[in-house]
């Protein structure tokens, strides 16, 4: 055998024996997998000791995470636009927070590895293929919000908010139509809060002595973007009528002896109804309880105590959702 065969047998003993490179994409952070580009997928590792499933089912959450870490910024960033579109803070600033990313069927399994008894896995969602499939999921829906009266479109203005959202996430840029339904939505959300500042709502207090509840109610309407007053629908002028609503504030209580004393109950009954006649609702502030060995007067003063004033605004917003709040 000559010198030239033995060092080339040598060679290629070595390279037989010599350790595959493992793809840094695995393991490494911010290394690319060289198929498939961040410009184009959203990529995720998954690493188990488990089972190769087990790794193919953490990719994909890891690829989810990503797209729900996102969420929140673009969130901010898709509010941040919508009051650039010229409507007032107040109108803009309803954007839903509620957007997730339920699409997990989208995301494919690229890529596996197994070393040393660790399994790998490498998973893709292809963003342009991605948004596809959100634009179409969401096209009735937008189709309907242009076509629909004004309470059906804000009855599903949050959905659409929230699905643009997730389409910014996904993509990392605003969807094609989210311009022009921007425009629309802001329009939308003016004509309301132009509507809602011509509206008034008429306290009326069934009992008088009934602690803060008239002051309570009537803090809670001016929070809801409304006009409080005292006056019953029949007091008001004819003219004055179809922007004005009653909403009538009915406490009850019931105190009797009880085995630890003194025991007062209250619940307070919300009833509104349009000024114009048809729309009508009701709310209710759950039934609270005051206690006091001996004295009723201190056991009624602490189950109004308990009457709060997120409580009330709960009742009065569900009251209104009837009349004046109808489809919001």
Known sequence: MTLRAVVLGCVLVACASAPVSFPAYYTAVNSEHPRYPQARFIGGTGISSVSAEDAAARARENVVQQISTRLESETSSFQLYTTKRGAAEAATGRVSVWSSFDRADLILLVDRANQGGTFYAYAVLDRAAADREL????????????????????????????????????TGQPAPEEAEYVAARN????????????????????????????????SAVRRLGLRPD??????RDKKDLTDATQLEVA?????????????????????????????????????????????????????????????VEAAVRDALKGTVLAGE
Not at 189 to 204: N, S
Not at 230 to 235: G, N, S
Not at 285 to 298: F, I, L, N
């Open 135 to 170: 634009a179409a999921a969401m096209s009735a829906e937008l189709t309907t919000f242009r076509a629909a009266a004004a309470s059906e479109a804000i009855r599903i203005r949050p959905r659409i908010d929230s699905a643009f959202i997730v389409r910014r996430a996904v």
């Open 187 to 218: 329009q939308l959300l003016a004509t309301i809060e132009e509507a809602r500042g011509r509206r008034v709502v008429g306290v009326v207090l069934k009992n008088a002595g009934a602690g803060q509840l008239a002051d309570l109610t009537a």
């Open 230 to 235: 005292a006056a019953a629908c029949a007091a």
């Open 251 to 311: 406490p009850e209580e019931r105190c009797s002896e009880g085995s630890l004393g003194e025991r007062c109950d209250v619940i307070v009954r919300l009833t509104a109804q349009a000024c114009a006649g048809g729309l009508s609702g009701a709310g209710t502030v759950a039934t609270v309880r005051g206690v006091h060995p001996s004295d009723r007067e201190k056991a009624r003063r602490s189950a109004w105590d308990k009457v709060t004033a997120q409580a």
